[in-house]
């Protein structure tokens, strides 16, 4: 049975072998370890290894382990999943960054929250992912790609946010090459609404896809079953298979 540093660094080896081949440097693509449902032992692991960026997609259990793993003074947590509103309170407290803003007005309470902090730093900004719902699908999350622009002026209005690219979840398919056409689309996506200098990241790929990912432009792979084996609780996320 592998641990999850071997795991991690099966993943990583493969991340580097892709991002080379796609004539890209390591330092442009980042990987965000998807530790929903795993327990904190576990990202302790994934951290004594090396890793620093991971994602939850539950508001409570991100707040949890944030709280749990004070102690890891470089550990950077992501909000992946959909964000209602009226949990933006505690989100802002540990998220580095929230790849799944879909609206103007969860923008505006984010940074109304953010600005609320204790020791507040107007220099301080937190970072904000657009979700896109890349191929229209009527059960998923995500502003429609029409509306996408509204939301990153929405976002670029607060003081208090940093507009930081798109996020999207293709529709699930067996072969990884399907997802293809959605992470293109979404690259497009952005190159029209202002590219790289205006949405410097994309959030796009998981566990099963990423390599195809990184070969249509993606910055962040969500990775979580590669890296930490099967989920331990039978709790399912609606929002990432990943």
Sequence with gaps: MTTIAERLELVRERLRRVVESAGRADAEVRLVAVSKTQPADAIRAAYA?????FGE???QELQTKAEALADLPEIRWHMLG?????KA????????LVHSVDSAELASELGKRWRALPGFDPAQRLGCLIEVNIAGEAQKSGVAVAGVDRVARG?????ELRLAGLMCIPPFA???????????????LSAELGGPERLPELSMG??????VAVRSGSTLV?????????????????VEPA
């Excluded at 309170?89 to 580095?96: D, I, L, P, S, Y």
């Excluded at 998981?206 to 390599?211: A, I, L, R, T, W």
């Design 222 to 238: 969500r990775v979580g079953t590669a890296i930490f084996g099967q989920r331990p609780l039978a709790k399912v996320s609606s």
């Design 57 to 59: 997609n539950y508001v």
């Design 89 to 96: 309170r505690q989100v802002v407290r540990h998220a580095a």
């Design 155 to 159: 976002i670029e209005a607060v003081p």
């Design 82 to 86: 959909h964000l209602q509103r009226n």
């Design 174 to 188: 067996a072969e990884p090459e399907a997802s293809r056409p959605h992470f293109e689309a979404l690259a497009r």
């Design 206 to 211: 998981m566990s099963g896809d990423y390599e």
């Design 49 to 53: 290894a090396g890793q620093r960026d």
